[in-house]
């Protein structure tokens, strides 16, 4: 592929898939530190858009009200194509990061950026 058509490629499949990845990336944040989820002791109640969605990020359904769907089998397919496109674009990014810069300073951004999450994962363990 040449240096153009990756360029493309990362670019339209980044623009394509933004809304949906910043979606999850929101929700996905909201969840880690457990916004989506009422307190045991009663002093937090999660907004009703927050739980919904919520739903939507972990079960691919949108929950209104009472009603509770089934789990949405085309959108898993669409989050399926999602994560592979970002999967491609992020692969087109690294090489591109290889062809532009100084593959020195981009072996050591992949480097820390593997061994940071591992570190501080592996630190919460003691």
Not at 29 to 57: C, M, N, R
Not at 69 to 92: D, E, H, N, Q
């Amino acid at each position: 592929m040449n240096l153009k058509a990756m360029r493309n490629a990362h670019l339209y499949l980044g623009v394509f898939f933004a809304p949906l990845l910043l979606f999850f990336l929101i929700s996905g944040t909201w969840q880690t530190f457990g916004l989506h989820e009422a307190s045991k002791d009663g002093s937090y109640k999660p907004p009703a858009i927050i739980k919904s969605l919520s739903q939507v990020h972990k079960n691919q359904r949108w929950v209104d009200g009472h009603k509770v769907p089934k789990p949405s089998v085309p959108f898993r397919y669409l989050v399926l194509l999602m994560s592979l496109g970002m999967i491609a674009t992020t692969i087109l990014g690294i090489l591109m990061a290889f062809k532009y810069n100084q593959a020195r300073i981009v072996w050591v951004c992949l480097s820390v950026g593997t061994a940071l999450p591992i570190l501080l994962l592996w630190l919460a363990r003691q």
